[in-house]
């Protein structure tokens, strides 16, 4: 069976679905975009805050957009269902629209709106990972979700180019912002976990927001207060979130073992809570 995607209204087969010529992101990346997980219960993991932050980026470029909550939800589980699809990512992208290639447009613009799917099965036990660092050359909304991502693209090619996994932003300051793709996180050498605050310098991620939350229901210690490479090679744990990867733990920086070079006891817990988080039935569906 061949994959469905949606393009502004239509289901069409995945490898036939078209974005026109003048579509402003692929002229400026004028848009943005969300991506949700989907589990094996049906349901979207955390939509609700997905949507607001969907809205919140929308509204920072101006870009108008009026489907409900409600109605985007029909539209994603339609093509869950169309794909057959137990358990993956839906992958939303919203752009200003369709017009001749000037850098400003009328703000009655309709927007342009492409969905498609991936299936995925969201292991139990997760892989180890290694980071390297790279200098965050980002501009400096990344609060934002944009589809304009080649300072990340960058970042990760770096790292990829040394056998890692994923690459860590060293911002002008000396402190880690976040990964490419994902927030980035430690246990420092205290045992208080910490990751950056959720500024204009981050991604506020949907995973970060859920595992805040864990964090203190679970009673460990925390910080949002942002760590320097030297405070992350000194660390007894570090990992990484992403509604793609979930929780996932780090084993070595820039070529050096983090603590004792396996997956430590809280990022264990953390990765274990949100598993059966994501994997559950009760959700934030954002419904209004
Ligand atoms: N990336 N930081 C950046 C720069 C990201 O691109 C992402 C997500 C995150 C984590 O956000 P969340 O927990 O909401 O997934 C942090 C997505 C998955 C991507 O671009 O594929």
Redesign the pocket.
């Known amino acids: 069976m061949s994959r469905v995607a949606y393009v502004n209204g239509i289901y069409v087969p995945h490898d036939q679905a078209v974005v026109p010529m003048d579509d402003r992101g692929y002229h400026f990346a004028d848009g943005v975009y969300e ?1 949700f997980s989907y589990n094996v219960n049906h349901v979207f993991v955390d939509a609700g805050p ?1 949507f607001e ?1 969907l809205r919140a980026s929308l509204a920072a470029l101006n870009i108008p957009f009026s489907l409900s909550n409600h109605s985007l939800l029909i539209i994603m589980h339609e093509l869950m269902r169309r794909n057959r699809c137990q358990e993956g990512f839906l992958y939303l992208q919203i752009t200003r629209g369709i017009a001749a290639r000037e850098h400003t447009v009328a703000h009655t613009l309709e927007p342009f709106m492409t969905l498609f799917i991936r299936p995925h099965v969201f292991k139990k036990d997760p892989p180890l990972l290694s980071v390297f660092t790279q200098p965050d050359i980002r501009w400096k909304r ?1 609060d934002i ?1 944009s589809i304009a ?1 080649l300072g ?1 693209i960058m970042a990760k090619y770096g790292s990829f180019e040394q056998g890692g996994d994923e690459a860590w932003l060293i911002n002008k300051d000396g402190f880690i912002t ?6 980035a996180w430690i246990v420092d050498q205290h045992g208080v976990i910490r990751t950056h605050p959720g500024t204009r310098d ?2 506020n ?4 927001q859920r595992l805040l939350k864990m964090v203190a229901s679970l009673g460990f210690a925390l910080e949002e207060r942002a760590f320097t490479l030297d405070d992350a090679l000194k660390a007894q744990e570090a990992f990484l ?4 990867k979930g929780v996932y733990p780090i084993v070595s920086i820039n070529d050096h073992p983090v603590g004792k070079g396996g997956m430590g006891p809280i990022t264990q817990s953390l990765q274990q809570a949100y598993w059966f988080f994501q994997h559950s039935l009760l959700q934030d569906d954002g419904k209004e």
């Open positions: 991506v997905h932050r990344n979700k991502l990340n976040e990964g490419s793709s994902t927030n981050i991604l991620g949907i995973v970060r979130t992403s509604s793609t």
